[in-house]
């Protein structure tokens, strides 16, 4: 079937402007996984979905950053009053409960 | 404090040389330890892990508790090995949340 699937592809916004990320898990996955994966910082979790318990949020760099999760399924990683230290891609995975994770292809966010 | 170390930022060998990629870990009690890999313009994927104790690919990751270490070797390194490889693992108290190293560039020549 589908892996995982994010959108857009690329991303360029001006400082300051708000932009969604979306996330569209493998079916019947019920653990959805938001990354962050920058040239300084690596590979860094952000926020963890596991069906309809209350999300890890964790991982979020600041309250600009909030995710929600529709229906148990498609994700939106939304970043308020984008700064350029925010640009980096953007990596979702999902998994069954203690599964390997698989990993989207990334939306990559360039603030300017 | 949780945390994975990657100390070579690129590894240089040629084809048929070993490899090995070197993962230190600090974490107390039984971590459990993965190693990933993203191919130019791919995924990141699942290479191993060590609760599996297999080989993928050729290569093997053998965890070393007393010098908290998950390296990854390969005998006899190929041109299409070429990649950004991870170490992780998954922190304490959560359910699954994969703290990464910052990886490291593996370049295999001909």
């Known amino acids: 079937g589908a892996g995982v699937s994010q959108s857009p592809s690329n991303k360029v916004t001006e400082k300051g402007k708000d932009v969604e990320l979306r996330c569209d898990p493998i079916?019947?996955?019920?653990?959805l996984y938001w990354y962050r994966q920058s040239l300084g910082q690596g590979l860094e979790f952000l926020i963890y979905f596991q069906g309809n318990s209350a999300p890890d949020k964790s991982g979020l760099p600041s309250d600009r950053f909030s995710a929600e999760r529709t229906g148990g399924s498609v994700s939106t990683l939304t970043i308020q009053r984008t700064q350029q230290e925010d640009s980096a891609v953007y990596l979702c995975?999902?998994?069954?409960?203690?599964?390997?994770?698989?990993f989207g292809p990334g939306t990559r966010l360039t603030v300017l | 404090a949780q945390r994975v170390t990657q100390p070579e930022k690129l590894l240089s060998v040629f084809k048929g040389a070993p490899v090995e990629l070197k993962c230190n870990y600090s974490y107390s009690g039984s971590p459990e330890l993965f190693w990933y890999v993203q191919y130019s313009r791919q995924r990141l994927q699942l290479l191993l892990r060590h609760i599996s104790r297999e080989s993928i690919k050729g290569f093997t990751a053998d965890l070393n508790k007393g010098e908290t270490s998950f390296h990854l070797k390969k005998p006899f390194a190929q041109e299409e090995d070429s990649a950004m490889y991870y170490c992780a693992l998954i922190r304490r108290g959560s359910q699954g949340n994969l703290i990464f190293g910052k990886g490291t560039k593996l370049s295999v020549k001909p």
């Open positions: 995975a999902s998994s069954r409960p203690g599964g390997e994770q698989f």
């Open positions: 079916s019947g996955h019920t653990a």
